[in-house]
């Protein structure tokens, strides 16, 4: 049997890939400090496990990070595993974006990780632990209206390759997880699609709408389907791994598909045909 772990993970409001992990490792044994920014947000079936430690924790505030290290700290528990898990999204064509949304973006999916990292280094060192930063197939990939979240995710891989070069001699370990697609409520705290009124993707706001509440695109596993598939990896995966429906096909066209093949491909019921039309009109 596995020897239990004291593991924090961030961002884990329920319907979420954060709650379901924790879930899945609490019923494994682990010790699990749950957080999320409004803890009422943590799912019952969470809170009501005696191995889980809820905790209010906001990944942009360096205070609210101070005063979870103080939290864990004396609660007499080390630290063995940093889930990075809380995330932010931004649907919007880039000559649209509002820069302060999209910093607040950058906030929490780059700034956000490497402020948990520097917080809770001195105790992953003294355990020799693991960072496991959780990522998204977007961030290898050009897909429109998501450039200021792929961007950020991309941000996120090379800081957390280079983590990985960096921590290694201080016996920490850490694993990028490339997120596939999972059905959870993530679109739901994205700021609605608002248009300027000079917009010029005006003429395809519905379809750039039903990309932004998750309606539009591919179907995936659910939550607690995806949790299931990397909870080992949560353990004792290392480097960078591709986890959940699409992320392998992912991998491959980003990999090996030229750039105009790939443009193509990501342009596909992206309506900018139809943007093109009324643009000639």
């Given at each position: ?34 957080t999320a920014r409004n803890i ?28 979870a290290v103080r939290t864990v ?14 995330g932010a999204g931004y649907t ?190």
């Amino acid at each position: 049997m596995t020897t239990p772990k004291t593991i924090l993970i961030t961002g884990c409001s329920a319907h979420g890939i954060g709650a379901a992990l924790a879930i899945a490792l609490a019923r494994k044994g682990h010790h699990i400090f749950a957080t999320a920014r409004n803890i009422s947000k943590i799912p019952d079936t969470l809170k009501c496990l005696s191995n889980v430690t809820t905790l209010q924790l906001d990944v942009t505030s360096a205070t609210s990070i101070s005063e979870a290290v103080r939290t864990v700290e004396s609660h007499g528990q080390c630290l063995d595993i940093l889930v990075n898990n809380a995330g932010a999204g931004y649907t919007i064509p880039l000559l649209d974006a509002n820069l302060d949304t999209a910093q607040q973006v950058y906030d929490t999916n780059v700034w956000g990780v490497l402020r948990m990292i520097q917080g809770f280094g001195s105790l992953l060192v003294k355990s020799g632990g693991r960072v496991v930063n959780i990522s998204s197939v977007g961030g290898v990939v050009h897909t429109p209206w998501i450039g200021i979240y792929s961007s950020s995710k991309s941000a996120l891989n090379i800081l957390t390759d280079t983590l990985r070069l960096e921590l290694r001699p201080l016996g920490v370990s850490v694993l990028t997880i490339m997120v596939g697609t999972v059905t959870t409520t993530f679109h739901a705290n994205e700021p609605e699609v608002i248009l300027p009124p000079t917009s010029r993707y005006t003429a395809i706001r519905d379809t750039i709408s039903q990309w932004a509440t998750g309606k539009a695109g591919p179907k995936g596993c659910s939550v607690t389907e995806f949790a299931e598939l990397i909870v080992d990896d949560v353990l004792g995966g290392n480097g960078v791994i591709w986890r959940g429906p699409n992320s392998g096909a992912v991998w491959f066209v980003s990999r090996w598909f030229p750039s105009w093949l790939l443009d193509r491909l990501m342009s596909m019921g992206q309506g900018l045909g139809n943007l093109a039309e009324a643009v000639r009109k």
